[in-house]
């Protein structure tokens, strides 16, 4: 369906959206997600599916909304949460409020999992201020309605499950505790004046999204990420991402077998 010179256009359009890079080994990806849109918008030809994006941001954010990845689950890689479980109560007692940064979010299922952690710890949810922030808006509406299926919650502990959902016809739905306890906003990363007016967090977790940008997005990020993080703050990533490679502005630190990392400072440089 789609000509190279056609996807070359069409992941350009994706990429100065969300910053997202399409190799050419997604080309079936993408022409699938395009041909579901076209189908959506009514449109069966290409060049007016073109013209219809060229003209339309809004009609650009539908189809980013499409070609993002939201593959998760509640509980995702516990190592990472005992770290933070580990490090909370320490950060806690330095704070009147900790704040906590899941970007991207998806469909909610990190920053959920943060405050059902945060209230084990610190039974007081009260103590932290959560968000969660992502491109895909159609996921940020999955994530304010809260309802999961069987296999999103089948890495938590039962006890925890019973805790924090009830049963919604064939999901689970987030108790009203954690749903007050996140809120979830729509934006970009590489957006500096919306980073900047997110102000400043304790614990960052921006897992899986670098390895989606190319090395200029890659450092852009970085740079707003350490910016949001506070000066004692920890930055989470994903299992095969690592800051070491992309910027000299963070140091890795281990904690309970995760690496985290923090802003470098100048006595570390020395």
């Known amino acids: 369906m789609l000509t190279q010179e056609t996807f070359d256009e069409l992941r350009r359009i994706i ?3 969300s910053g997202i890079n399409f190799e050419d080994r997604k080309k079936y990806f993408v022409e699938n997600r395009v041909s579901q849109h ?3 918008l009514g449109i069966t030809s290409i060049k007016d ?3 219809t994006l060229r003209l339309s941001q809004e009609r650009v954010r539908e189809l980013v909304s499409k070609c993002t990845v939201n593959e998760t689950y509640f509980y995702r890689e516990f190592y990472q949460l005992e770290a933070f479980a580990e490090l909370l109560p320490q950060m806690a007692a330095r704070r009147r409020k900790v704040r906590i940064l899941s970007i991207p979010c998806s469909t ?3 920053p959920y999992t943060l405050a059902i952690v945060t209230n084990e710890i610190l039974g ?3 103590r932290v201020e959560i968000v969660g922030v992502d491109i895909d808006y159609v996921a940020l509406k999955r994530a304010q309605e809260g309802i999961y ?3 999103s919650v089948s890495k938590l502990p039962d006890k925890y499950l019973q805790k924090y959902f009830s049963r919604n016809g064939n999901g689970w739905e987030i108790k009203p505790l954690l749903k007050k306890a996140v809120k ?3 934006g970009n990363i590489l957006d500096r004046r919306f980073m900047r007016s997110l102000g400043r967090f304790e614990f960052v977790f921006c897992k899986n999204l670098l390895i989606y940008f190319d090395t200029k997005e890659q450092r852009i990020a970085a740079a707003h990420l350490y910016d949001v993080l506070s000066e004692d703050g920890y930055l989470f990533l994903g299992h095969a991402e690592s800051m070491s490679r992309i910027s000299s502005t963070f140091r890795p ?3 309970k077998g995760a690496i985290l990392y923090q802003k470098e400072t100048e006595e570390d440089e020395e």
Do not use: A, P, Q
Request: charged residues 40%.
């Open 38 to 40: 076209m189908k959506e």
């Open 124 to 126: 007081d949810l009260n």
């Open 15 to 17: 990429k100065n959206y």
């Open 149 to 151: 299926s069987d296999r």
């Open 108 to 110: 909610g299922e990190e």
């Open 253 to 255: 630190v281990k904690v």
């Open 184 to 186: 979830f906003i729509e």
């Open 49 to 51: 599916y073109l013209l």
